[in-house]
């Protein structure tokens, strides 16, 4: 749900190459990378610790 947004336009940028860019749009999602960014490290290493748990309970 928080990458939706940076997904959506990454899609928009990759496929109009930036032509058509809303400044609004781009100055929103750059004040909102810094905590999208911590919280997608934070489930990634969240992820990382239970796949080890189960690989470590399935042995």
């Not at 929103?28 to 470590?56: C, H, Q």
Request: charge should be neutral; proline fraction near 0%; aromatic fraction near 18%.
């Amino acid at each position: 749900a928080e990458l939706d947004d940076f997904l959506s336009f990454r899609h928009v940028f990759r496929n109009i190459y930036g032509f058509e860019l809303k400044g609004e749009r781009v100055i929103y999602l750059s004040k909102k990378f810094d905590t999208v960014a911590e919280w997608f490290i934070r489930e990634i290493k969240t992820f990382l610790i239970f796949l080890g748990t189960e690989l470590k309970s399935g042995l």
